[in-house]
């Protein structure tokens, strides 16, 4: 059984930056992927970023945002900059091994809490 718990959304100011954490607990394979995904009440649950033995963004991100993880792989963090109000919504983090998509939320089997990311405009 994996466990996520994911901290660190806040209040932010567009353009600002904010670092969210994901700390994985339990017994992970080799193949773990471990993702960021957000989601509002008018929105589906979108990919943000997965790290695996490299890391994938969604496109939206792409020079903003950075996914990494500890070396231990116990804690997965995504650091956020220039944010924008768009962007508000409650991030996630999924974890997983399978063979699937890695954009698709349906692969993963684990998830955090979620925590709320507001950017002001």
């Known amino acids: 059984q994996v466990h996520l718990v994911n901290t660190g959304g806040r209040l932010v100011q567009a353009g600002g930056s904010l670092k969210l954490s994901c700390a994985v607990s339990?017994?992970?394979?080799?193949?773990?992927?471990t993702a960021w995904f957000r989601q509002t009440s008018e929105r589906e649950r979108e990919f943000v970023a997965a790290?695996?033995?490299?890391?994938w963004y969604a496109d939206s991100v792409k020079g903003r945002f950075v996914i990494s993880r500890d070396s231990a792989g116990n804690t997965v963090y995504l650091q956020m900059n220039n944010l924008k109000p768009e962007e508000t919504a409650v991030y996630y983090c999924?974890?997983?091994?399978?063979?699937?998509?890695?954009?698709?939320?349906?692969?993963?089997?684990?998830w955090g809490q979620g925590t709320q990311v507001t950017v002001s405009s």
């Open positions: 339990g017994r992970t394979r080799s193949d773990f992927t």
């Open positions: 790290v695996r033995s490299g890391t």
């Open positions: 999924a974890g997983g091994s399978f063979t699937s998509d890695l954009r698709w939320p349906s692969s993963y089997g684990s």
